[in-house]
């Protein structure tokens, strides 16, 4: 962490997620169309933050946990005694003090706390919507980042959320124009109360130069205190960071400088505990020698709430391309990994893969840069296996960035329930988002762009109650959606029947195969798809037939589609219109909606849509057919725009 920005009093915010979901309170208020490494908004003038998230995670306390020893009594504020602004007191006999402030749902609605002290704030919050919501904070009347909330079945712990103010200063939560328009009309989180967790004072700093310095130190360490790597060259390092921090004081490993620790040779490393941060490390051009190792790794179980940020791992290959391990490997619950940078990848073996035991993971894997995974070396990302493929993992992947990914066909190969990847960049992979085992998940608001690879596929189905919905995808050189065949009293290898999926509110631009149902028809694999909805979707494509059913869906439902351009492929259904959705296209296949399209408010009704289109602009009452409306309020940014990889 910066000790001269918080001498100082500026801004340390957070990242979190939450107990229901494990989903992102992703704070990243940088956003450019083709640059990965922005800096933050400016503090002062000439001075500015990069995303000090990095230094400690957000993290609600576990269930039974209590505060670590000696922690002074926090003081709070409830969220009804602070200032309002367009924002209203509502009754709740489960909010803190029987009351609650909602409303966040127009330009200018604010809540605000003067005379705030020297201390890290944190916020309980709660939000229904699916959707993750933002607000704007301001320190000072400042505008100093983005704060994202999540979806919570029940209130959040206090300690969601944490940002730093100056003594005496200002702290404002307030809806801006571009949070309208992320926040999809929708209104944003429900506040409780703030409370002051932190006492003030800053923890012990721990100078290490080498693996076995970094165990001894941990002995002593406690929440709080960070341990800070000396810069230079690290050889052949085994590092164990092993203990326990508290949920606003974690243990954080960083580098004296981001970037500038270099580990190489065999060089890995295993995390086990709780509120364990690893910050600004690099391994490159290293190489481990034993199969199913792993270079960075969350060792067991029992690890929760532990975090590697602005890390990379690049060219970490052996000269045997065939030896397999990982360069990122997940156990436990509520862990982290974003804002890193893999790549490079020669050898077999996953870049990232999820282990279950029988329990929700929620973890979060958001803000990477992930890409030039060398042909045949295997998937990219998994989360779970075949043999615990019924079990949930609850796990968010979101606005990451995969490119040139193209370690074989099942790019990212979903093994295990309830998971959801959302606002993704998939550009240029040889290969899909393969839901390949398990059932409900949800892949929603990702841009996929496939000019650069001709193999590049969509998503493909198989299993029961999957969602597709609010998804772009263009040039895609083999499916855009494919609904795979079942098996009959399948094995958990094998293929489940795919049952009530749902495709919706896509838009499917100059694909091969754009919508591929029952594939892989034969002696086997003899049970087409079941009950599916294919809704307000836009097709057109001079590649075709549009839709193909290599085996007859079983009570397959069409409504509000449009399709155009090569033949159908099929008889057209009830719910297909064959006519031009008038698309305004540029030069990377992104295409809207030219004034008096069909598509515009043609939406079909029966099939309730996201309340945003893939960019977050509001859909309105009637709502248009694709993944982009044309009128609503303001367009955000294409998924892919965000900040990722180590600043």
């Not at 000396?230 to 970037?259: C, K, M, N, Y």
């Amino acid at each position: 962490m910066d000790t001269t920005l918080l001498r100082r009093g500026w801004l340390v915010f957070v990242l979190g997620w939450v107990a229901a979901l494990g989903c992102a309170n992703g704070v990243d208020s940088e956003y450019t169309s083709n640059n990965r490494r922005l800096r933050s908004p400016t503090l002062d003038a000439g001075e500015s933050v990069s995303d000090d998230a990095a230094t400690t995670p957000e993290a609600p306390f576990p269930e039974g946990a209590t505060t670590p020893p000696n922690t002074p009594a926090a003081p709070s504020w409830e969220a009804e005694e602070g200032a309002h602004q367009g924002v209203e007191v509502i009754s709740d006999p489960a909010a803190s003090m029987g009351a609650r402030v909602g409303g966040f749902d127009e330009v200018g609605d604010a809540l605000t706390f003067s005379n705030v002290p020297e201390a890290t704030i944190a916020i309980r919050y709660s939000l229904a919507s699916q959707f993750p919501k933002q607000l704007s904070l301001y320190v000072n009347g400042d505008d100093i980042a983005t704060v994202m909330f999540t979806h919570t079945d029940s209130w959040s712990a206090p300690d969601t959320i944490a940002v730093r103010v100056p003594v005496g200063g200002t702290l404002s939560l307030r809806l801006n124009p571009e949070d309208v328009a992320a926040n999809r009309g929708e209104a944003g989180p429900q506040l409780d109360k703030l409370v002051v967790p932190y006492d003030g004072a800053s923890g012990t700093e721990y100078p290490v130069a080498s693996a076995g310095e970094i165990e001894a130190a941990m002995q002593s360490a406690q929440p709080g205190d960070t341990l800070v790597m000396a810069e230079g060259v690290w050889v052949d390092q085994v590092i164990r960071l092993e203990g326990h921090g508290a949920p606003e004081r974690p243990i954080t490993l960083r580098a004296s400088s981001p970037g500038e620790v270099l580990l190489t040779g065999a060089s890995k490393l295993e995390v086990s505990g709780s509120y364990l941060v690893v910050d600004g490390l690099r391994f490159e051009n290293g190489a481990l020698s034993q199969d199913e190792d792993k270079v960075i790794q969350f060792a067991d179980h029992d690890t929760h709430h532990c975090r590697i940020t602005n890390t990379s791992v690049v060219g970490y290959n052996p000269s045997d391309k065939d030896l397999r391990y990982f360069w990122m490997s997940l156990k436990g619950r509520y862990n982290r990994i974003d804002h890193c940078d893999f790549g490079d990848q020669t050898h077999a073996g996953e870049i990232i893969v999820i282990w279950l035991d029988g329990e929700p993971n929620y973890h979060l894997i958001d803000h990477n840069y992930i890409h030039d995974r060398a042909e045949g070396t295997g998937e990219t990302l998994r989360i779970g296996s075949s043999g615990n493929s019924l079990t949930d993992s609850n796990t968010t992947v979101a606005y990451n960035h995969f490119e040139r990914c193209n370690g074989e066909h099942e790019m990212i190969c979903n093994k295990s329930c309830g998971n959801v990847y959302r606002n993704n960049l998939l550009r240029d992979n040889e290969g899909h988002v393969s839901l390949r085992h398990g059932n409900r998940c949800r892949v929603e608001g990702n841009l996929f762009l496939g000019y650069g690879a001709s193999g590049m596929g969509g998503v493909r189905i198989i299993g029961e109650d999957h969602v597709v919905v609010n998804n772009y995808f263009a040039g895609m050189g083999d499916f855009a959606i494919m609904m795979r065949n079942g098996i009959p009293n399948t094995p958990l290898n094998g293929y489940a029947q795919v049952k009530n999926a749902v495709v919706a509110f896509n838009t499917m631009y100059d694909c091969r195969d754009t919508l591929f149902i029952g594939y892989h028809k034969n002696d086997d694999d003899t049970l087409a798809p079941k009950d599916c909805v294919i809704a307000n979707n836009v097709v057109s494509s001079d590649r075709g037939p549009l839709v193909t059913f290599d085996d007859a869906p079983l009570d397959l439902s069409f409504a509000g589609n449009i399709m155009h351009g090569a033949s159908l492929g099929i008889e057209t259904p009830s719910g297909v219109s064959k006519v031009d959705p008038q698309l305004d296209c540029d030069s990377d296949g992104l295409c809207t909606l030219r004034p008096g399209s069909p598509a515009i408010d043609g939406a079909d009704g029966s099939y309730e849509g996201p309340v945003g289109d893939v960019r977050g602009m509001q859909r309105d009452a009637s709502p248009d057919v694709g993944a982009c409306e044309s009128a609503g309020g303001t367009a955000g940014p294409w998924p892919g725009t965000e900040r990722v990889g180590p600043a």
